[in-house]
């Protein structure tokens, strides 16, 4: 299971890769690590060593997989919290030793942890034989994805939990075959489109699942159920009225409440402020018209509609949440002839 990760296509050959995928100099591989994981400190166990690494990474969406190895044994530490990533670890081979709750926890063939390290700290002791298919994620990411599937973003009950998961015959690692063989089928590809933001979506979801089952946290009885009926009924309000963009003050006459009151009822109960839950649907409310826009249309026009009137900012934002401008969107819209 995931033995060819990132190293052969479909047809049993070699995947390219830009950059080196190997290497023997100590700041030629922190390089590789500062940028596909976050700035670290890295001891080796053996202070006369050096390493023999494996430096492979591709793209899914904004998820960052990598297969990678020292090639000796080492000791990591002072994960950049600042870097806001979240390191989901799963070893191919050799073992991991991690910082968990009371004692280290040990990963072997298999076997996964996750750790958030914008919220916490952590460190790892890798063996010489260690080899990972790793995964980058960013916390916001996974922030979104809370919000869209279970309506509120967990706090640090969740992301503070440093977990170990998975298993040799687990669904977790049945999705990261699935990835791996969907990544090795056109690493180009990847870089956009829809397929990219499939395996983003789906990695994050299955995780946070894992993650909080493992935690002993439910998600789907959580505080999505829990909310008022302002903070319900305000949801309404802007997932129909998200073109409008009625003002916060409004929706909160319209439910009953102060906009104070309708502001510290989403941050308890869904982890955001209203106005971050109404931007949300009328970004996807613009993505979906873009979608299923005319070739004749232009991004200009559909976003004015919308009442977008600074373009930049508008094009900062959806890349932020979707991963791509949207004009990338627009372009797979097939020419109607």
Known sequence: MLENALLMDSNGKPLRHEGPTQSTDWDEVQEFCRTTYMPYRVQPLDPLSRPKSTMLSANAGRITASRFSYGTG???DKFDPDAG?????NTLCGKLNHMFEQEPASTGAGESFVVDCSRTDYWLEGDPDHMQFNLTIPHHVMEETAEKWFGFIPDNALWTRRV???GPNSRWMALLEYVSRTLSADLPLMKNGSMSRHLEEMVCLELLQEWAASAGIELRKGARTAAPYY???AEEIMASEAREAPTIGDIANRVGVTARTLSEGFRHFRGIQPRAFLSARR??????DLEAATSDSTVTEIAVAWG????????GSYRTRFGELPSSTLKRKPSLK
Do not use: D, S
């Not at 990533?85 to 670890?89: F, K, M, Q, R, S």
């Open 283 to 288: 970004l996807e409310g613009l993505r979906h």
């Open 308 to 315: 977008y009137v600074n373009m930049g900012a508008l094009a």
């Open 85 to 89: 990533n979240i390191l989901v670890l």
């Open 164 to 166: 170990k998961f998975g």
């Open 74 to 76: 080492i000791y990591l």
């Open 231 to 233: 903070v319900r009924q």
